[in-house]
């Protein structure tokens, strides 16, 4: 439960060593597969469409130009991105997909503008990070405040280290359905979406977060996990997981009190209202003692990811069979999944209002307690604009306008449609802790 | 009622603050000697909130009201979280007297929020009601008026009674008429009086000022100040006198009317144009609690509420007064007495007729228990418990932990005040006294190592594995 504190990190070319002649082929290989990602990307936090550019690492994975990196530093809002290879050339890139779960995205090079101008380039090759151990020598490649070509090395501090959280790759969940490598190469920020290598230059992850201000504790996601990402990501270009609803939370020190051996079941810390697991009956404090007949086994921390994972990669609808003990009493519960969503809805902004607005989605209003996912959360006002002078502030939610209930972005759209087209004094319904307030927008 | 007439006498204003300096000037040989009689009308009241763990005193000022030596405090003079059993040792100081006398808590009013405390007969003779310097004309100050009061030091200066004097620069309506001076003029809940030094209101907890604060680097930051020992700002006379009879029956301040409408909004004029209302006020109801007298009168989300008894809501400056004034509409009553709300409801205009019940139990009013080895104070689940974390009334049981003592085996396990515990060691916790024997059952079993709480904290939940040894 330590905070984390996710730094954003600039990456960078490495040009291979002139004299590397302590390194190996494949390391020098691996260089030549380290680029620089120049993203421009749209924010909709003060009420308008503003633009802001930042950098980070990235690694190509193949010949036909996918590049890896972190989902922090190459997300859906990016409107430009650019990749700049080893040679120092800079090339066009799209976003392939994006994944804020295991903090992944993929992109892929302008193919047809890299043969035009005949830019070379060789590709990395994963290793496996399941046989990494404590102690092994790693290197992490990236370009930390900005100094590209920077190499670093250290060892594998931890092979499994949990860390999830909520608001983790700009304000979406992450680290549920992996643990993470631990290094102590040096990471600053601008390593982000590096590899991180062995000496024989095979990616056994991809360098993600530190701890600022810390000395040396970096995280890595491990290529076992990026693999897998990787391939549903360039197949469908996203990652569709199951939903339950459960908070899962390890049994160390509590197998006696519920009367259970060791490394028997999960406990249920938390069940999220209205979710699949709270309809059948689900409750916190019970255990689940297997998933659709295979035991799990969550006494520590560490185990919990793979259990997540294990529901989150039933198909979405599907029943899953869950022997749970409550009290001295084991039950079988049938849990029919749900799609899972996170939290932070669609963004947009409405440039004449001044107010740019974040789609509820069916997670926050759960969180919130709200009704149901009806309306969009205020992500900022103008100041000065119509929004701004009619009352609304940040964190409002607009349930309605002219009496209308805002089901959906589209429909604010369309609302904001009419008021271009014609101007007048329209009427927002607001809520804000709670309570509701009824607030006049004028042109 | 509205702003209209002082504004009318805006007008003769240079001429009335001339008079008034004329008048101040005849008058100010006798202030000294009015000052004195009319110290017999304050007082410092001490009291003890008194809690298992700790004792906080606090100082407050008090108006005498009676013969009986019943004294009114402010709301704002006791916290409204404190349960009225851990209200503790009042004592009474007269002003620039350093001995004290005992006195007894009546408990509080809602419709004004005043406690009540009467002092002992023993120094009954040496107060002197406000009621004494009440106005025979019953005139209200007019713009411009001089006004004075009396401030008291500290308790090391004994209390030591000081003179403060303005003139009367604003009269507003917040729901009650406030009178507004140019500067302090009387500690919170102490009397104001005019030249003749008749009684012409009772000074309020004082308004935020807005300052600048320069840093270092001569960065401005704004800030707002607000003075605790001195207030410019007093309820009229007649807002106070009629009221001061409301001396409550119980020590719980009940009977209290409750309506049930949560979360009032007020309406703005451009929505009031927008619905077609005119010039109307209103408020917006956010939700209509579960079992109440609102929601048995067929009440809804979301109706805006415009008048009460067939009396339209009036136009109040700033707007957000507006609930304030509806509270006080459902406070002023009784329960059992009806009330007829007149609501918009989309395009449509709705009466209603509630039948005001019996205020839920109050935080003040909720039992609560301490366990010193374990390390909490638990307290009854009471009624606004519910309405906070949105609970249906079929899910109330369990209880709220009041306070957490530092490094206990509970402050140690992860246990925070306000977590709702729902089970001990597994087992649902019904009711406060279910709790209690529960825990007490745990403190009390020496070779108890450990025990296990289910949490609510928000939506999330958390079990927490407290170790005892």
Request: aromatic fraction near 8%.
């Amino acid at each position: 439960m330590l905070p984390a504190v996710l730094t954003i990190m600039l990456a960078l070319v490495v040009m291979p060593f002139a004299r590397a002649a302590g390194m190996s082929r494949g390391f020098n290989r691996l260089l030549d597969a380290v680029v620089r990602i120049d993203v421009r990307e749209v924010e909709f936090d003060g009420g308008s469409r503003r633009y802001s550019a930042s950098i980070g690492s990235g690694v190509i994975l193949s010949d036909d130009g996918l590049v890896l990196t972190n989902a922090h530093v190459a997300s859906p809002r990016a409107v430009e991105l650019s990749v700049t290879l080893a040679n120092l050339e800079r090339v066009g890139a799209r976003l392939v997909g994006w994944d804020h779960w295991t903090d992944l995205a993929l992109l892929r090079i302008d193919m047809a503008d890299a043969k035009q101008r005949h830019l070379h380039f060789t590709h990395a090759v994963f290793g496996d990070s399941n046989v990494v151990y404590p102690g092994e020598v790693v290197y992490a490649v990236g370009t930390p405040y900005g100094l590209t070509r920077t190499v670093t090395r250290g060892i594998i501090s931890n092979t499994a280290r949990p860390f999830a959280d909520t608001a983790g790759v700009e304000g979406y969940e992450t680290g549920m359905f992996n643990t993470w490598l631990q290094t102590d190469a040096a990471i600053n920020p601008g390593n982000s979406g590096g590899p991180l290598v062995t000496g024989d230059g095979k990616v056994i992850g991809i360098t993600s977060r530190s701890y600022l201000g810390a000395n040396n504790l970096g995280f890595a996601i491990p290529s076992a996990t990026a693999k897998h990402v990787v391939d549903l990501l360039s197949r469908d270009g996203k990652i569709t997981r199951s939903y339950i609803g459960v908070v899962p939370r390890s049994l160390q020190d509590l197998e006696a009190f519920y009367s259970l051996a060791s490394n028997t079941g999960v406990l249920i810390d938390s069940v999220d209202p209205g979710s699949p697991a709270a309809r059948a009956g689900l409750r916190a404090g019970d255990v689940i003692l297997t998933v659709n007949g295979a035991k799990v086994d969550g006494r520590f921390p560490e185990q919990l990811p793979g259990i997540e994972l294990l529901i989150a990669s039933q198909p979405v609808g599907s029943t899953l069979a869950l022997s749970v003990k409550r009290g001295v009493e084991v039950r079988s519960y049938s849990v029919v999944t749900e799609k899972l969503e996170s939290r932070v809805g669609e963004e947009w902004a409405f440039e004449n209002w001044g107010l740019s607005v974040r789609k509820v989605s069916r997670a926050y209003a759960r969180e919130n307690q709200l009704d149901d996912d009806t309306g969009v959360i205020v992500l900022g006002v103008r100041s000065g604009f119509p929004a701004d002078t009619a009352g609304l502030s940040r964190g409002d939610i607009i349930t309605k306008i002219n009496q209308r209930p805002i089901s959906s972005l589209d429909r604010m759209k369309a609302e904001y449609a009419g008021y271009t087209a014609k101007p007048a004094p329209t009427l927002f319904e607001v809520q804000r802790d709670r309570r509701v307030s009824l607030y006049i927008v004028k042109p | 009622m509205s702003l209209r007439p002082a504004f009318g006498r805006q007008a003769i204003l240079i001429c009335c603050s001339f008079l008034g300096l004329v008048a101040a000037l005849r008058a100010t040989p006798d202030l000294e000697s009015l000052f004195q009689e009319r110290l017999k009308s304050v007082v410092a009241v001490e009291y003890v909130t008194e809690t298992e763990v700790d004792r906080r005193p606090t100082i407050t000022m008090g108006t005498v009201i009676d013969g009986n030596g019943t004294i009114i405090l402010q709301s704002s003079a006791i916290d409204s979280r404190a349960a009225i059993s851990q209200l503790k040792d009042f004592r009474i100081y007269l002003p620039g007297d350093g001995t004290s006398t005992p006195a007894r808590y009546l408990g509080q009013d809602a419709f004004t929020g005043w406690h009540f405390v009467r002092a002992d007969p023993a120094i009954r003779d040496r107060l002197t009601p406000i009621t004494a310097f009440a106005p025979k004309s019953g005139a209200a100050p007019r713009l411009a008026d001089f006004v004075w009061g009396i401030g008291l030091r500290n308790k090391d200066e004994d209390f030591l009674p000081y003179l403060m004097q303005s003139h009367l620069a604003l009269i507003e309506a917040l729901p009650q008429k406030t009178g507004i001076a140019q500067q302090e003029i009387a500690a919170p809940g102490l009397p104001v009086f005019d030249r003749d030094g008749d009684f012409v209101g009772l000074a309020l907890s004082s308004f935020g000022q807005s300052f600048l604060q320069f840093g270092r680097g001569g960065h401005a930051q704004p800030v707002t100040l607000v003075n605790v020992e001195e207030s410019s700002a007093f309820a009229l006379a007649d807002e106070v006198l009629p009221y001061l009879g409301r001396i409550p029956a119980s020590i719980s301040g009940r009977p209290i009317a409750w309506l049930g409408a949560f979360g009032l909004e007020p309406m703005d004029r451009d929505v009031a144009k927008f619905l077609n209302l005119g010039s109307q006020s209103g408020a917006v109801v956010s939700e209509v609690l579960e079992g109440s007298p609102a929601e048995k009168a067929g009440l809804r989300p979301r109706d805006i509420i415009l008048a009460i008894d067939g009396k339209p809501i009036p136009q109040l400056r700033p707007n957000t007064v507006v609930p304030a004034y509806i509270d006080r509409e459902v406070d002023r009553r009784r329960p059992g007495d009806r009330m007829t709300l007149t609501v918009l409801r989309g395009t449509e205009h709705v009466e209603l007729t509630a039948v005001l019940g019996d205020e839920p139990t109050l935080l003040r009013e909720a039992q609560r228990k301490y366990f010193d080895r374990l390390g909490l104070i638990v307290r009854e689940f009471v009624y606004g418990d519910a309405v906070v974390r949105r609970i249906k009334t079929a899910e109330r049981s369990g209880v709220v932990v009041q306070y957490v003592k530092p490094n206990s085996p509970v402050d140690i396990a992860g246990l925070r005040e306000e977590d709702w515990i729902r089970e001990i060691d597994g087992t649902e916790v019904r009711t406060f006294a279910d709790a209690v024997q529960k825990l007490t059952a745990i403190e009390a079993d020496e070779m108890r190592t450990e025990f296990v709480l289910l949490v609510r904290r928000g939506t999330d939940t958390a079990v927490l594995r407290v170790k005892l040894r």
